[in-house]
């Protein structure tokens, strides 16, 4: 099965203060070490462990938002360590979809705007948005939503229009950072089934950061991380890797 | 594009608090100078207008000796044939009309004191057939008498100086061109009041003929060309040149404002003083523009960290933050126009007035012109400040850590 992910011996660790790093005072804290992982298209994949354990600082890695100290990481097959700026600004408009726990929707647009944003900063023509807008609001069943701002929708429908917005275009990976975290348990349930039907029809990859039960009973793979290392790494068939 | 645009634009109203400020601030930025602009205008225009209508003239013709040497005796520069030259000019496109003058000077006496006096001598007709007016504040102004009585105008000063009123008589003493002393009696029919009173205490006005009678000479000093309108002066310059090339002396034609010492004073005052208030109204608009969208940069930190997230370009960013101030600043500025507009028509229907300036002594209307130019400038002014104030915020949004901004509260 073709590879989308690989992240080969990645650490990322932060300073604690603004003094130089050469400076003999200076200190780290270390948000993972070592870690190891390999994703296929197609894969379902939660990255679970408690707060602090650096499942957002992983999936910031994989989505090029932030930089490994050292390491390295394969974005469908694209070794991010050697891109600019300005061509990780390009990969994660081209290939990856975002997910986040604060839905984090353009509060002045309107759902069908902000799931219009992704193909507009691509450049694709309006009818053709038009068209993949009105295709990715009826896969998260907020078709009769499209004309209405975020803070007229419920956390459930933000958060779907969020899915909307990251499939839009067709990534080749959904990076989604404790989807579930701010919803209630219908709301949590509702957008697990999205999600995994989506990656069920289409064959989406998902990537995502939880401790939810819930979302981890539909997991065929999980990726467990403590105190910045994987711990372990299971399937539903057992342990993996 | 229009995507883009109407993500700024809406943005600009999410927080109408502040955006009211933002536009109350421009807006009055933009009203002020339209105020005070228009206020200027309102003078520059008045006194443009005024010092034509005075005597000034739209353009004079002078012999080139005029402005090349001084006069050793009255008239010795003066145009020679007049009558020929006026002719010449006259069919010109905009001429109104042609008014001889002579200026000379002199002393009078009503025989118990005597006075200097700078004098005028002018045809009366002409001078009305341009509509110049005289500001008589006693008595008529001058007629030609066929009888060969001397008809007087005089300032007010003048009068006061010499005890004398409307009725009485003078005696005007003046060098002839041929250097010798010449006088000759003079009713005084009217009383000048010009507003400036240093020139009424010297000013004293008669008629051509009698001029020429008294300096012994046909001459006269130059001729005040009249047009149908100021704006059509470059143009009636240009076509009257080369008739005045046919004539056997050497003349020169200058525009009313090469001669306008006072009025050019006042407009580079003005233009200087309005420079000055747009100068501050640019810092004023860009230091607290600048305050203003940093907070809305600060407010939008997450949501601007999505967009990096999402793959928005950094120079997208940094055009959105420019095109909403660019766009604040439109509206800013359709605002401060429109209250400049109601403001400056309120203050002309108000009849109000402002004391006279140093030097006259007649109340200035206070009123506003409305100059498009002005409101074109105003408006670009303010506009362009905001465009600079947001570099900054534009360039520090563009520059935000995607990590850091996303986990922003």
Not at chain 1, 42 to 67: H, R
Not at chain 2, 52 to 63: D, E, K, P, V
Not at chain 2, 122 to 128: L, Y
Not at chain 2, 224 to 229: E, K, N
Request: proline share 4%; glycine share 10%.
């Amino acid at each position: 099965m073709e590879e989308i992910v690989n992240v080969e011996a990645v650490s990322r660790s932060f300073a604690l203060d603004n003094r130089p790093s050469s400076h003999p005072a200076h200190s780290f804290v270390s948000a993972l070490t070592h870690a190891s992982l390999r994703v296929n298209a197609g894969e379902f994949l939660a990255i679970a462990g408690p707060s602090g354990s650096g499942k957002t600082t992983l999936l910031n890695l994989i989505g090029c938002i932030d930089q490994p100290t050292t390491g390295r990481i394969l974005v469908d097959g694209v070794d991010t360590s050697q891109l600019k700026p300005a061509g990780m600004s390009k990969l994660r408009r081209e290939k990856l979809g975002f997910v986040f726990q604060t839905f984090n929707l353009i509060p002045v647009f309107t759902a069908a705007e902000n799931v219009e944003y992704p193909l507009l900063i691509q450049g694709i023509n309006a009818v053709e948005r038009r068209r993949r807008v009105a295709e990715a609001l009826e896969s998260v069943g907020l078709t009769a939503r499209a004309n209405q701002r975020p803070d007229l929708l419920s956390g459930g429908e933000r958060q779907r229009v969020a899915v909307a917005r990251a499939i839009v275009h067709r990534p080749s990976l959904v990076l989604a950072d404790e989807p579930t975290a701010n919803l209630d348990t219908h709301n949590a349930t509702q957008l697990i089934d999205l999600m995994h039907g989506l990656n069920q029809r289409i064959g989406l990859t998902f990537i995502f950061s939880t401790h939810d039960a819930r979302l981890l009973e539909h997991t065929e793979r999980i990726v467990r991380l403590t105190d910045g290392e994987v711990i372990s790494d299971t399937t539903q068939g057992g342990l993996r890797g | 594009m229009a995507k883009f645009l109407l993500l700024a634009f809406r943005n600009i109203f999410r927080n109408r608090r502040r955006t009211l400020m933002t536009l109350f601030m421009v807006g009055g930025g933009v009203a002020g100078l339209l105020l005070s602009g228009g206020y200027f205008a309102f003078m520059t225009h008045g006194l443009r207008e005024d010092t034509i209508n005075s005597g000034l003239g739209h353009l004079q013709i002078f012999t080139a000796d005029h402005f090349n040497r001084d006069e050793v005796r009255v008239l010795d520069t003066g145009i020679d044939n007049w009558r020929q030259v006026a002719a010449s000019v006259k069919t010109g496109s905009h001429v109104r009309g042609i008014a001889p003058r002579i200026d000379f000077y002199g002393m009078v006496s009503n025989g118990i004191k005597a006075a200097g006096f700078m004098g005028a001598a002018v045809d009366p007709e002409a001078e009305k057939s341009l509509g110049f007016v005289s500001r008589i504040e006693t008595g008529r102004d001058l007629d030609i008498k066929p009888g060969g009585e001397v008809e007087a105008l005089i300032g007010k000063e003048l009068a006061k100086s010499m005890n004398v009123g409307v009725g009485d008589g003078l005696t005007v003493l003046a060098m002839t061109s041929d250097g010798a002393l010449n006088g000759v009696d003079v009713e005084i029919v009217g009383i000048i009041n010009s507003g400036a009173p240093e020139r009424d205490a010297r000013y004293l006005r008669i008629t051509l003929p009698a001029a020429q009678r008294l300096l012994q000479s046909d001459r006269v000093t130059n001729l005040v060309v009249g047009l149908d309108a100021t704006q059509n002066t470059d143009q009636a310059y240009l076509e009257m040149l080369p008739r005045l090339n046919g004539i056997s002396q050497h003349l020169t034609l200058k525009k009313w404002i090469d001669l306008a010492t006072y009025y050019k004073q006042v407009n580079t005052m003005f233009n200087g003083i309005f420079l000055f208030m747009g100068v501050i109204v640019f810092f004023m608009v860009l230091m607290s523009s600048v305050n203003t969208l940093l907070m809305s940069m600060f407010e939008r930190t997450r949501e601007i960290g999505t967009m990096l997230a999402m793959g928005t370009p950094r120079a997208w960013i940094i055009a959105l933050f420019m095109v909403e101030a660019t766009l604040l600043g439109l509206v800013g500025a359709v605002v401060g126009v429109i209250a400049g507009n109601l403001l400056g028509a309120l203050l002309n229907s108000s009849g109000l007035h402002l004391p006279p300036p140093p030097g006259y002594n007649v109340p200035m209307p206070f009123k506003v012109r409305f100059v498009p130019v002005e409101m074109i400038g105003s408006s670009l002014l303010v506009i362009f400040s905001l465009a600079i104030a947001s570099i900054v915020p534009a360039v520090r949004a563009s520059r935000l850590k995607i990590a850091e901004a996303l986990s922003h509260v």
